[in-house]
């Protein structure tokens, strides 16, 4: 951060004029002081051999020899002996501009210096709060869970008619209690995980599972929503892909990256998941994508950013945490994998990632790739 008084001192040393300075420098008893400002003796050792080589020049172009008498004779000889003197003065002012410029740049790195340690010191502090959040959060997270499950439970139990029949009205108003503590628990579970990732305690643990069987299993977890939305659901997988990987970790990233597809998606749109990979391909490409809005230029940058929303403001039209796109990165990273991002405005979002994939018998890799494009009918 740079102060006025900064800015000031910068200005007087670049735009001061030269000869100025100077000038000013003359009325300084720093340009005449031979122990403080080695500038003006050195003005005064350098103009002394020119001042006696200009009167030896002198004399031996008039041809008179080197005599006392005759060197005091010519007055041009004592404007040569003034050489050293004026030398000084010039050379000592040099110095003295020199030696404020010195001061004002030592004052400029001091308060810089100064500025530094109190950013250093509001980041420490900053990182203790962030530090002391997080520690709060993974705690009311943690309390939060156990009655939301028992909750839960109870909720399921009276649907289920184990404490006696229901009426449609009341079967109703519990399955939309249900749901949304769904949606509450889900909220909680993601909070727990990106307080792992946060804490650098996430560890994948790697396992081989079959990773198509994996997006078929998630994709029931959103059919109301697709249902409701009238929404297609276009796939485009093979029969099989084993994949190493972890099978929570990356559960995970697929529920979140659906979740904002769904999310995202209008009314009668479309939502699609592709997984590409050739026979000798060691690695499998995974993309979820969407018809919605898509994402402006300016916003690429800050979408997996913790706590950030397309649409920040109280009133936004879709909810959630802002923590699924920075939960989708820490896992991914965990995995040496990345999450490409393609998207613009009007055009939908395509989110791609890959997992390595475990080595399989060459038939069974040219049966994986026997299947086309599967699409699910509107709901």
Do not use: C
């Not at 005599?67 to 050489?83: D, K, T």
């Not at 109190?118 to 939060?144: P, W």
């Not at 993309?287 to 809005?293: A, E, I, K, Q, S």
């Amino acid at each position: 951060m740079v102060t006025r008084r900064q800015s000031a001192l910068a200005a007087s040393l670049d735009r001061r004029p030269a000869l100025r300075s100077i000038l000013q420098a003359l009325r300084d008893p720093h340009t005449y002081d031979l122990r403080r400002n080695s500038f003006t003796l050195f003005g005064l050792i350098w103009g002394l051999p020119l001042s006696l080589f200009s009167i030896a020049i002198d004399l031996w172009v008039i041809g008179h020899p080197l005599r006392q008498e005759q060197f005091w004779r010519e007055p041009i000889h004592l404007v040569f002996l003034l050489h050293p003197i004026l030398f000084g003065i010039i050379f000592g002012a040099v110095g003295t501009v020199y030696s404020k410029q010195d001061r004002q740049i030592a004052e400029l790195l001091d308060e810089q210096r100064r500025h530094l340690e109190e950013l250093a010191s509001a980041n420490r502090e900053m990182k203790k709060i962030d530090e002391l959040k997080s520690q709060f959060m993974a705690n009311v997270t943690h309390e939060l869970k156990t009655p939301l499950v028992s909750i839960k439970g109870y909720n399921e139990a009276i649907l289920e008619g184990r404490f006696g029949p229901l009426t449609a009205q009341q079967r109703h108003g519990l399955a939309v209690a249900v749901r949304n503590v769904g949606r509450l628990e889900n909220m909680i579970l993601e909070l727990l995980e990106f307080d792992r990732i946060e804490s650098h305690s996430y560890l994948p643990r790697m396992t081989d599972f079959d990773l198509v069987a994996l997006i078929r299993l998630v994709l029931t977890n959103f059919q109301p929503q697709v249902d409701e939305k009238q929404l297609a659901i276009e796939l485009r997988l093979p029969p099989r892909l084993e994949v190493r990987a972890d099978y929570e970790g990356i559960r995970r990233v697929l529920l979140n990256l659906l979740s904002n597809a769904l999310k995202f998606s209008g009314k009668g749109g479309a939502i699609g998941v592709e997984v590409q990979a050739g026979p000798d391909s060691p690695q499998a490409d995974v993309t979820v994508w969407d018809r919605g809005p898509g994402i402006p230029e300016e916003a690429k940058r800050f979408l997996f950013t913790r706590f950030w929303q397309a649409d920040g403001s109280s009133r936004r039209r879709h909810g959630g945490t802002g923590l699924g796109l920075a939960i989708v990165k820490g896992i991914l990273d965990a995995h040496g994998s990345t999450a490409d991002l393609d998207s613009a405005p009007g055009s939908g979002t395509r989110i791609r990632f890959r997992l390595p994939r475990v080595p399989t018998p060459a038939s069974l890799q040219e049966s994986a790739y026997a299947s086309g494009t599967a699409a699910h009918p509107r709901g």
